[in-house]
């Protein structure tokens, strides 16, 4: 999974405390659109704190009177955090609602309005993150290698939260692999996701091992900022290698499915030896019809500062990054951190 997974700036020795409180860690969603304020569509923005997204999903719909279906969000946040979300729900009509008698521990409503289109999982640009550390060993060396991520970004590892506890999100999926069933659709499918994204980080960490995470090679499959817009690189020339330094450009890796890699040359024989190592869950993966895409292996950071008491030995880290990308995967190249929310809001 990811605490396996090889490190670009070398593991870190400093240490620290995350989420010592549930106000340690705040996300807040970006959303790439303001509401058109008519439509099918019912927009609500809510805070909440220590509450579960599908749970909140759940008492939204039995307010308004509707199937869990018909209630979506466009991603699950951390329970154990300060989170800003959307949810939309499908409405069909005119009719103007009140929500000031939804109530829910943890979760207050911040804004609501009706848009012509429905919140789809993805539907974001990015979350932005306030992520305060405290206990943490070394303030000055965490300084610097803070500097090195914000210039340079992290492995785009998928966090340890995909995988569930324990990794048990991939003992689900060799099972289901193995002939069992599974009818909630939204299980299977987080199943589905953790497998793929084991391979992923794999190719990810076996790329660093052999240094060539940053290596531009004959036969990557580079992707175009700001797009999923992918080609092959059959040549090497000082253009192309500026632009991936200037992060225009970025090296991909496999999201395993059915049908033939992109890569050639040696990136592919990296990325089928790593299939061959998990060749059960490759094969499962193209089984249940998931088709190959690729994904950036460099995740970079934007809106960064940091918030330094060195006194009381605390950071605070502020900083956005795209959606679907982990806040745990800039973290884990910045100290060895401790998750107390493991232990104490069990």
């Given at each position: 999974m990811l605490a396996d997974g090889a490190y670009l700036y070398g593991k870190p020795e400093i240490t620290g405390d995350l989420r010592s409180e549930l106000q340690d860690f705040v996300v807040k969603e970006l959303l790439p659109f303001e509401p058109s304020g008519e439509g099918?569509?019912?927009?609500?923005?809510?805070?909440?704190?220590?509450?579960?997204?599908?749970?909140?999903?759940?008492?939204?719909?039995?307010?308004?009177?509707?199937?869990?279906?018909?209630?979506?969000?466009?991603?699950?946040?951390?329970?154990?955090?300060?989170?800003?979300?959307?949810?939309?729900?499908?409405?069909?009509?005119?009719?103007?609602?009140?929500?000031?008698?939804?109530?829910?521990?943890?979760?207050?409503?911040?804004?609501?309005?009706?848009?012509?289109?429905?919140?789809?999982?993805?539907?974001?640009?990015?979350?932005?993150?306030?992520?305060?550390?405290?206990?943490?060993?070394?303030?000055?060396?965490?300084?610097?290698?803070?500097?090195?991520?914000?210039?340079?970004?992290?492995?785009?590892?998928?966090?340890?939260q995909r995988f569930g506890r324990d990794g048990g999100n991939i003992d689900r999926a060799k099972a289901l692999f193995a002939g069992q069933k599974v009818k909630d659709k939204k299980k299977?499918?987080?199943?589905?996701?953790?497998?793929?994204?084991?391979?992923?980080?794999?190719?990810?960490?076996?790329?660093?091992?052999?240094?060539?995470?940053?290596?531009?090679?004959?036969?990557?499959?580079?992707?175009?900022?700001?797009?999923?817009?992918?080609?092959?690189?059959?040549?090497?020339?000082?253009?192309?290698?500026?632009?991936?330094?200037?992060?225009?450009?970025?090296?991909?890796?496999?999201?395993?499915?059915?049908?033939?890699?992109?890569?050639?040359?040696?990136?592919?024989?990296?990325?089928?030896?790593?299939?061959?190592?998990?060749?059960?869950?490759?094969?499962?993966?193209?089984?249940?019809?998931?088709?190959?895409?690729?994904?950036?292996?460099?995740?970079?950071?934007?809106?960064?500062?940091?918030?330094?008491?060195?006194?009381?030995?605390?950071?605070?880290?502020?900083?956005?990054?795209?959606?679907?990308?982990?806040?745990?995967?800039?973290?884990?190249?910045?100290?060895?951190?401790?998750?107390?929310?493991?232990?104490?809001?069990?």
């Amino acid at each position: 999974m990811l605490a396996d997974g090889a490190y670009l700036y070398g593991k870190p020795e400093i240490t620290g405390d995350l989420r010592s409180e549930l106000q340690d860690f705040v996300v807040k969603e970006l959303l790439p659109f303001e509401p058109s304020g008519e439509g099918e569509h019912l927009l609500i923005k809510i805070r909440k704190a220590d509450a579960n997204t599908v749970m909140v999903a759940r008492q939204l719909a039995k307010y308004f009177g509707v199937k869990d279906a018909l209630v979506s969000y466009a991603g699950l946040k951390d329970r154990f955090a300060v989170t800003e979300q959307w949810f939309g729900i499908h409405l069909p009509g005119k009719q103007s609602y009140d929500l000031s008698s939804f109530t829910l521990p943890g979760v207050d409503i911040l804004s609501y309005q009706r848009h012509h289109k429905k919140l789809r999982i993805g539907s974001l640009s990015g979350n932005h993150f306030t992520i305060t550390l405290r206990n943490v060993s070394d303030v000055d060396a965490l300084h610097r290698r803070w500097h090195g991520v914000t210039q340079h970004g992290v492995p785009n590892y998928f966090g340890e939260q995909r995988f569930g506890r324990d990794g048990g999100n991939i003992d689900r999926a060799k099972a289901l692999f193995a002939g069992q069933k599974v009818k909630d659709k939204k299980k299977r499918s987080i199943y589905l996701s953790a497998a793929r994204s084991l391979v992923f980080n794999q190719i990810i960490s076996t790329r660093l091992e052999q240094q060539l995470f940053e290596q531009l090679q004959v036969g990557d499959v580079l992707m175009l900022a700001g797009s999923q817009s992918v080609f092959v690189l059959d040549k090497l020339s000082d253009d192309i290698k500026q632009r991936f330094v200037e992060k225009d450009l970025d090296i991909t890796a496999s999201m395993w499915g059915a049908g033939q890699l992109m890569t050639q040359e040696q990136p592919q024989a990296l990325e089928q030896a790593v299939a061959e190592q998990y060749a059960d869950i490759c094969q499962g993966l193209a089984k249940f019809g998931l088709k190959q895409e690729r994904r950036r292996i460099r995740l970079s950071i934007t809106d960064a500062k940091i918030d330094i008491d060195a006194k009381q030995q605390m950071v605070t880290l502020h900083f956005s990054l795209p959606a679907g990308c982990f806040a745990t995967s800039v973290l884990r190249e910045l100290l060895d951190y401790r998750d107390l929310s493991l232990t104490r809001f069990d």
